[in-house]
């Protein structure tokens, strides 16, 4: 399996280098070159069987020669082994025709921990072979950072960079960034908002000089690893609900855009989804550009769903990609122009994309009184986030498909928003319950590429 870059100008990779690659040196995202398609009979035979084998049985085409059955198998029971759950993504039903697939039952109570836990283990496997050590820099509105600082931390052959925006993140998602005390694991609090963050690590790949120097690798969903771990709960979920023989649909809440790209993935390999719909809180740039065609970037609002305050998604680059029939030039055209404040979709792209993704958007007080009425129907405590997932779907479900909502972090993470809905604040798990108690490492960064790189050549200097 060979990997291309979504502006056509960087070099074809297999899928090791793609994941150690992170962004293609053209500026764009590694994509597969096809994307293999499942039989009926081989989606029906995923019934029954653990998170563990589907994840192999559906990742295993995408990874080539990179590791050997065993190895690979070994990876996949070590990465999801510290779950709390036996089923990794329990789904549970809400009502008639509607369920919630809990993404939160890893170590840092989110859904990137699906990805996160599987690129931890598979860059050490890769790393160590090579003999190779890794700079790793990742932006974060709060969960993907966690994740990583969890999944890298006390690894060897890897310095972990994660820059967050200062002061808008929750205070748990904080706390898991700051606490670990590991040496090789970095927490940055930067000016300004999510997109500056990752604007600030494309600029790092871009700038050849430091991301050579550095060997720099990304653990953002710009790394195709990442999408591709997230494609595996599609596939559990719907075989649970009777897929191949039955349709089902999906509403993800969305901000970088990845998680419903990975359901994007999981159609184009056969999976039956009906439709997939794109949830996006007050910073609806997704919403109203799946509506008009119109992408301008038009500032953040800050939302009690923090990690979805986004307006640069970057792997809608990867939708546009496909929509745009695979057209590198286009697509490179479109992002020179989101840089000077945005962009207009070609009328064939857009209806493309309209034929693929539906979308919605949810305001603050219609995410509050989605916690506060699902916890009164069915006893569910949603997080903001998958509140907003919630809303949209009931507001586009119909009524022969079921729906299944992603629930993309656990409520204690975001309890001040769960609390103020509800007037239930809800707990860490026990594992966890000192979070509060641990001490913080964190260094204060401003909004300036220069200090960043200067503040990571110093660190993995000493
Ligand atoms: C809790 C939570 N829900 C939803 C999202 C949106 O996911 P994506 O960026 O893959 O669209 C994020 C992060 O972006 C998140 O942290
Ligand atoms: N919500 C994310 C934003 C970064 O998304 P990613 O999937 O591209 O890593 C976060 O929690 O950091």
Redesign the pocket.
Known sequence: MKYISTRGQAPVLSFEEAMLTGLARDGGLYVPETIPVLSHDEIAALAGLSYEEVAFRIMRPFIGETFTDDAFREIIAKAYDGFGHAARAPLVQLDSGHFLLELFHGPTL?F?DFAMQLIGQLFQAALKRSGERVTIV????????SAAIEAFRGLDAVDVFILYPHGRVSEVQRRQMTTPSEDNVHALAMDGH?DDC?ARVKDMFNDFEFRDGVRLAG????NWA?VLAQVVYYFTSAVSLGAPGRKVSFTVPT??F?DIFAGYIAKQMGLPIDRLVVATNQNDILHRCLSTGEYRPDGVIPSISP??D?QVS??FERALFYAYGQDGAAVSQLMDELKAGGFTVSQGALQALQELFDSGNCSEAETSATIAATLKASGELLCPHSAVGVKVANDQRQADVPMITLATAHPAKFPDAVEAATGERPGLPARMSDLYERSERVTRIENDLGAIESLIRERIAN
Do not use: L, W
Request: glycine share 20%; charged share 10%; no cysteine.
């Open positions: 989110a990137k990742g932006a974060t509105s709060g969960d993907t950072g999510f990752q653990v953002n969903s710009i990442r901000g970088n990845g990690s979805m986004i970057s792997n």
